[in-house]
């Protein structure tokens, strides 16, 4: 059973960090580009972030670029998302997702594979 798990969701201040975590199994993880997104109620979901198979090719949001950091560990099937300097804006669902394309194409939520439960996190002003 393929299963993507999001943890480190939570309320922050304006200006603080959160770091979200993805735990993969069910998969060839080192297979799959993987990748954030998020959703905002009455939004549509959107892309964040994405990683290659490796590890070293990395893509943004334009909103997110220069805060956010993700990486990955493929000896332990995980994917971390560092946000900093976030905003109220940034407030919303994040999912965690994979797709067995490059890392760019991730950007059309159409190639996304697998995705996760989701997990909140809340940015207060």
Same mark, same amino acid.
């Given at each position: 059973?393929?299963? +993507?798990?999001?943890?480190g969701g939570g309320l922050v201040q304006a200006?603080? %960090? +959160?770091?979200? %975590? ?7 993880? =080192? =297979?799959? &580009?993987?990748? *954030?997104?998020? !959703? ?12 290659? *198979? ?7 949001? =334009? %909103?997110? !670029? ?7 560990? /493929?000896?332990? /099937?995980?994917?971390? +998302? !560092?946000? /900093? %300097? ?11 997702? &994979?797709?067995?394309?490059? &890392? !760019? ?7 996304? =594979? ?5 997990? +909140? ?5």
């Amino acid at each position: 059973e393929v299963q +993507l798990v999001e943890s480190g969701g939570g309320l922050v201040q304006a200006g603080g %960090s +959160l770091r979200l %975590s993805c735990t993969a199994s069910g998969f060839s993880f =080192d =297979d799959y &580009a993987i990748g *954030w997104f998020r !959703q905002s109620p009455g939004k549509e979901r959107e892309f964040v972030s994405s990683v290659s *198979w490796g590890g070293r090719t990395t893509y943004y949001a =334009d %909103s997110v !670029q220069g805060r956010f950091t993700i990486s990955r560990d /493929n000896a332990k /099937n995980t994917v971390s +998302l !560092q946000m /900093n %300097s976030l905003k109220p804006e940034d407030t919303a669902v994040y999912y965690c997702a &994979a797709a067995k394309v490059v &890392a !760019q194409s991730m950007r059309k939520i159409s190639r996304v =594979d697998y995705w996760g439960e989701g997990t +909140l996190v809340t940015v207060s002003s």
